[in-house]
C-alpha cells in the first residue's frame, strides 16, 4: 500500500528516488516528487501503476529516510529557529492547500499570492517548498544547512586586499590571510622541536612562533649578521594556527606499516638495494649558527640517496657549501647508518622499522651537477665497498612524492618562485635567519619519514615496496660497518699534533691512541706534526684520525675538555665564531680591557 511520505527507488544508470507528497482519497491517483535533483516538481502518477513497479522489482521501498531534516543538538541555536520560522510562516499556508498546491496552473497563482503577502521573491518561495517536499514534509525540513558552508575539503583562493573567514571584533588587531607561505611557517613551528622537549604544548609553540617568524628582520649582505626589527603588526590567530595543524596531519607521527601481501607484485622491475640515486637540492632560506644566532650562515643543500626499485629515501645528509660530490657522499654514508641512533641525535626518537635501510647498493646514479669535475667511475668508493658509480641518465629531478613533501615545510630555491594554485607565490622571507642547522636537519627527517610512509595516489608506500621487495624477490642489500663507511667516505683534512690535542680548525681533540703514545707530551718537547683526519663538515664533535700503516683504520678522536665550547658546531660555524673572536679582539677598546685583566690576574 502506498501512503504518504514514502520513498521509492528507481535503479539504474538514471537512479531516480521519489517521495509521496500527497495520494487522493480513492487510493488511485498520488503527487510524487524527486528528493536528488535540485530543481525537480511535483509530477502525478498512477498509485497502481506504482504498485506494479514494486511489485515486478523495477522499484524498492527505502526503509530508512536518507533525506531527514538537518540533524541539530537538542538546543538549537535560536538564529537557526528564526530562520525556520520564518521560512514555514511564508509556506505555512501553501502547503496546506492540497492537492491545489501540487498542479502547476493553481500552484503560480498561490505562489503569486504569498509573494505579495510576505515580500518575498519567487525563488525564495520555491526553494522553500522543494526543500519541504524533499526532507520530510515537516517544519524542520526548513532548518538552515551551515553544516555544508565553507566548502568542505577546499581551500579558498587568496584574493589580494581581502581578508578570509570572519571579521574582527572592534579594536582587534588586523588579521592576515593562511596562504600557502604561512602554513609552511606552522608546519615548521610544530615540527622543528626534538622529542625530547616537554609535552606538546600547543599555545606555547604559538607564542614561540610569533616571536621567531613573525618580526622584521634584515641580513647585511657583507658580515650576513642578522638584524632584529620589530614585530609585525598583523599576526595570525591562535585559531588560524590549530586549525591548520589539525588540517595538515602534523600531530601524527608516521607508523610502521605492514608490507604487502605476498601474492602482489607490484609490476616494478629489479629489487631493493641494486640501485640508489644520489640527488642534491638547495632550500630557499638562510640558517643561523648555533654559537651565535645573530650570525647567518647561508643556504642548505639537501642530499638525499633515493632506491630506485622502491622509490624509499634510504640516506640523507644537509651540507652548508655549494652541491658537490664529496658532500653527496655523506648521504650515502647515512644510507649504511643506524637510523634509529641517526635521528635521535637530532631530537627524533623513532624504532628500528620506521626506517629500515642500513645498507649500500650495488650501483650509484649521481646527478650530473654532483658529478661535474669529478672521476666517479673510478671513485675509492667502488674499490673499497665494490660499489659502481654513474653519472645518472636525464631525469626531473627528485621523485615527485619527495620533492613535494620536502616542500611542504621546506621551501626550496629551484621552486621558490612556483605558485602553488591558490594564487600565492612561495616566499620564505619570514624564514631566514631563524632555523639553525640541527633543526633544519629535523624538518629534513621528518619530511622524509612522512614521504617513505605514505602515498597520496594510493597503492603501496616506499616503505611497503622496500620491505615486501626484501622478502618476495630476495635483497641485493650489502652491509657493511657503520663506522668504516662513514670513515672511508667522509672528506680528509689536515690537522697538527699539539702540546693541547690533535688541532683541527680550531678545536683540539683527543684519542686512545695519542695518549698512549703520548703524543702531547711530545709536541711540547719536540715540536709540532702533520697528521692527516677524516671530518664531518656538519659536525665536528669527532674526527677520525688515518692510520697510515692501516689504510683501512680509524682512531676516534672526541673534543678536549678546553674545547667543549665548540661542542655540536659545524665546520662554518666554527669559522665564523673564530672570524667573530678576531675581530673582537682586534678592537682597541677590547685590547686595552683585556690587558688590564691580564695584569690584574698577573699581580
Not at 632506491?307 to 660530490?325: A, E
Not at 613535494?404 to 629551484?414: D, M, N, T
Amino acid at each position: 500500500m502506498i501512503t504518504r511520505n514514502d520513498l521509492i527507488e528507481y535503479a539504474g544508470p538514471q537512479r531516480k528516488v521519489f517521495r509521496v507528497l500527497w495520494v487522493d482519497d480513492a487510493g488511485a491517483a498520488a503527487y510524487i516528487f524527486n528528493v536528488l535533483p535540485k530543481t525537480a516538481e511535483a509530477q502525478l502518477a498512477r498509485v497502481s501503476m506504482l504498485e506494479a513497479d514494486l511489485a515486478a522489482g523495477r522499484a524498492r521501498r527505502l526503509a530508512d529516510d536518507p533525506w531527514p531534516a538537518p540533524a541539530q543538538p537538542l538546543r538549537r541555536p535560536a538564529k537557526h529557529l528564526q530562520i525556520r520560522d520564518r521560512a514555514w510562516q511564508v509556506i505555512n499556508d501553501l502547503v496546506a492547500q492540497e492537492p491545489a498546491i501540487y498542479e502547476p496552473r493553481r500552484r503560480g497563482q498561490l505562489v503569486q499570492a504569498c509573494m505579495e503577502r510576505h515580500d518575498v521573491s519567487h525563488p525564495t518561495v520555491y526553494r522553500y517548498l522543494r526543500r519541504y517536499w524533499q526532507r520530510g514534509l515537516s517544519a524542520d525540513a526548513l532548518l538552515p544547512d551551515y553544516a555544508n558552508s565553507g566548502a568542505r575539503g577546499k581551500i579558498r583562493a587568496v584574493s589580494e586586499g581581502v581578508q578570509r573567514g570572519r571579521p574582527r571584533k572592534a579594536g582587534a588587531p588586523p588579521g592576515v590571510n593562511a596562504d600557502a607561505s604561512m602554513r609552511r611557517i606552522f608546519r615548521v613551528a610544530a615540527t622543528r622541536l626534538p622529542d625530547s622537549a616537554a609535552p606538546f604544548a600547543r599555545r606555547a609553540v604559538f607564542d614561540q612562533m610569533l616571536a621567531d617568524f613573525f618580526c622584521q628582520r634584515t641580513i647585511e649582505t657583507e658580515t650576513m649578521r642578522v638584524q632584529p626589527g620589530a614585530r609585525d603588526a598583523a599576526l595570525p590567530t591562535y585559531g588560524q594556527f590549530s586549525y591548520w595543524l589539525e588540517q595538515d596531519y602534523l600531530m601524527a607521527r608516521p607508523q610502521p606499516q605492514p608490507p604487502l601481501p605476498a601474492g602482489m607484485d607490484p609490476g616494478r622491475p629489479g629489487r631493493p638495494g641494486a640501485a640508489f640515486r644520489l640527488e642534491a637540492v638547495q632550500a630557499d632560506l638562510r640558517l643561523v649558527s648555533r654559537a651565535d644566532r645573530s650570525q647567518a650562515l647561508g643556504r642548505p643543500v639537501i642530499y638525499t640517496a633515493t632506491d630506485v626499485f622502491s622509490g624509499m629515501v634510504t640516506g640523507i645528509y644537509v651540507g652548508m657549501d655549494r652541491p658537490n660530490w664529496r658532500h653527496a657522499l655523506l648521504a650515502l654514508a647515512n644510507c649504511a647508518a643506524d637510523k634509529q641512533r641517526y635521528c635521535l641525535r637530532f631530537g627524533r626518537d623513532i624504532g628500528a622499522a620506521l626506517w629500515p635501510a642500513q645498507h649500500l647498493p650495488g650501483l650509484v646514479f649521481a646527478d650530473a651537477t654532483l658529478a661535474a669535475g669529478v672521476d666517479i667511475e673510478h671513485d675509492n668508493l667502488l674499490n673499497q665497498f665494490h660499489t659502481r658509480c654513474l653519472v645518472a641518465p636525464p631525469h626531473e629531478g627528485h621523485a615527485p612524492g619527495l620533492q613535494a613533501e620536502l616542500a611542504r615545510r621546506i621551501p626550496l630555491l629551484e621552486g621558490a618562485a612556483r605558485d602553488d594554485g591558490d594564487g600565492d607565490t612561495l616566499r620564505c622571507a619570514r624564514m631566514d635567519g631563524v632555523l639553525d642547522l640541527e633543526q633544519f636537519t629535523r624538518l629534513v627527517i621528518d619530511s622524509v619519514l612522512h614521504y617513505n610512509h605514505s602515498n597520496p595516489q594510493g597503492g603501496a608506500t616506499p616503505q611497503q615496496l622496500w620491505v615486501w621487495g626484501t622478502v618476495q624477490r630476495g635483497a641485493a642489500l650489502r652491509q657493511f660497518a657503520e663506522d668504516l663507511v662513514r670513515c672511508c667516505l667522509l672528506p680528509v683534512t689536515d690537522a697538527m699534533v699539539t702540546a693541547q690535542g690533535i688541532r683541527v680548525q680550531g678545536s683540539h681533540y683527543e684519542c686512545a691512541r695519542a695518549l698512549d703514545e703520548q703524543w702531547f707530551e711530545r709536541a711540547a718537547r719536540h715540536g709540532q706534526w702533520p697528521v692527516k683526519v677524516a671530518y664531518d663538515p656538519a659536525s665536528l664533535d669527532m674526527v677520525y684520525l688515518l692510520d697510515p700503516r692501516a689504510p683501512m683504520h680509524f682512531h676516534a678522536c672526541h673534543l678536549a675538555d678546553g674545547s667543549s665550547a665548540h661542542r655540536r658546531l659545524s665546520s662554518m660555524e666554527l669559522s665564523l665564531l673564530r672570524a667573530a673572536q678576531q675581530r673582537t679582539y682586534a678592537d682597541p677598546v677590547h685590547s686595552v680591557a683585556f690587558e688590564k685583566m691580564v695584569a690584574a690576574l698577573a699581580r
